[in-house]
């Protein structure tokens, strides 16, 4: 397992080889979620019987675990402190989901 602190942020990104999954910790206010979905879960073969991998993409998703409600100037600066570092971590995810796929060592080909 691996353990990547996330640079200008509070979350903490753990890398499970053997189950492959990825595991965000950070700010208990979100439920924050990185994975890699096959589009297609079988391989397939083309017009010439050539062989098509499954083709991946990764899913980001956070999803506030409160009421959404601003009421005054703090609450809107608190939210957008969180939202800047989850775009921060959203980021650091993307630039390095060729890293994370190959570590996981799938059989297909990433979007």
Do not use: C
């Amino acid at each position: 397992m691996s353990k990547i602190l996330v640079p200008k942020t509070d979350y903490l990104v753990e890398i499970n080889e053997l189950i492959r999954t990825i595991s965000i910790i950070g700010n208990p206010n979100w439920e924050i979620s990185a994975s890699f979905e096959a589009k297609e879960n079988q391989a397939t073969l083309d017009e010439n019987g050539d062989l098509f991998e499954p083709i991946y993409k990764l899913k980001l998703q956070a999803i506030p675990k409160f009421e959404l409600e601003l009421e005054t100037s703090s609450q809107t600066k608190d939210l957008k402190k969180e939202v800047a570092e989850i775009q921060a971590l959203f980021e650091f995810i993307e630039e390095n989901k060729r890293n994370f796929f190959n570590v996981f060592n799938f059989k297909g080909v990433l979007e």
